[in-house]
């Protein structure tokens, strides 16, 4: 049985009790980084066996891992923080594993796409998201104009190091729109900003920021539906007197 367990984003009292019971009783972790992985379970005082899934190895990995689940191990994957499988290497891993026959179990946690859609006030019937945008300013560009005249909300993760670049270009690409930029979610340095692309952009100028960013970007609007009595004439448009009079 593969486990596929959500760990917290920060805050490590943001973890599940059912994630904690899977954890204590799997054979194995299997985790992005160990290192990573060791603080929580150091902090709940759980010890087991790690193996290390990360983006440069985890196609040599899986071999491994599949022979092991084949033989009747228990695995738990986890990453360095959130839900497996969200912008990370984590799929390769459970499509193999299904592949193979080898049932795989989710244990829902914490996400950091989940957690700023929650706090943004943004649509979130209807989302469309990308991951850690390209480091190339080119990329970032084509994919920006790609983007502009999607109805749905954009959500994006961001280094910080190329926060403000990123801000300038939807700016340009996007036009004015409404964005909430996310810093260091359930963390204690928490911070959660939300206006206008312009507005944002200027914070950004001021401030020394640190951290990962998560970044929601408001769809382009909608065109307004035509006025269902457009077709009437004039004097009858307007008034309650239209829909009483029939």
């Known amino acids: 049985m593969l486990y596929v367990v959500g760990t917290p984003i920060g805050n490590l ?6 994630a904690l019971e899977i954890l204590k009783k799997v054979d194995s972790i ?10 929580l379970l150091k902090h709940y005082g759980i ?9 440069e190895k985890e196609k040599e990995r899986v071999t491994g891992l599949i022979r092991m689940l084949k033989a009747g191990k ?6 360095d923080r959130g839900t497996p499988g969200i912008s990370d290497p984590a799929y390769l891993l459970v499509r193999a594993a299904r592949e193979a026959g080898i049932p795989v179990s989710p244990i829902p946690g914490p996400s950091s796409l989940t957690a700023a859609l929650s706090v943004s006030g943004l649509p979130a ?3 469309a998201f990308y991951g850690f945008l390209p480091r190339k300013i080119g990329k970032k560009k ?29 700016q340009e690409i996007f036009g004015n729109r409404e964005v909430t930029l996310c810093r260091e979610l359930t963390k204690k340095f928490e911070e959660i900003q939300t206006g206008q692309s312009t507005d944002i952009a200027n914070w950004l100028q001021k401030e020394k920021v640190r951290g990962e960013f998560v970044i929601l970007v408001r769809g382009k609007p909608k065109t307004e539906t035509r006025n269902r009595f457009s077709n009437l004439p004039r004097e009858k448009q307007s008034g309650g007197s239209l829909l009483t009079s029939a």
Do not use: G, W
């Not at 009292?13 to 059912?18: A, E, P, Q």
């Not at 228990?74 to 990453?79: D, E, R």
């Open 13 to 18: 009292s943001d973890i599940t009790l059912r």
């Open 30 to 39: 299997v985790c992005e980084d160990t290192r990573e992985t060791l603080k």
């Open 47 to 55: 010890e087991k066996p790690l193996f290390s899934f990360f983006r």
């Open 74 to 79: 228990t695995l738990a994957l986890v990453c």
């Open 125 to 127: 019937d209807s989302v």
């Open 142 to 170: 084509r994919l920006f104009e790609k983007l502009k005249n999607y109805e749905e909300t954009l959500v994006f993760f961001e280094s910080v190091h190329r926060l403000q670049q990123t801000m300038q270009l939807l």
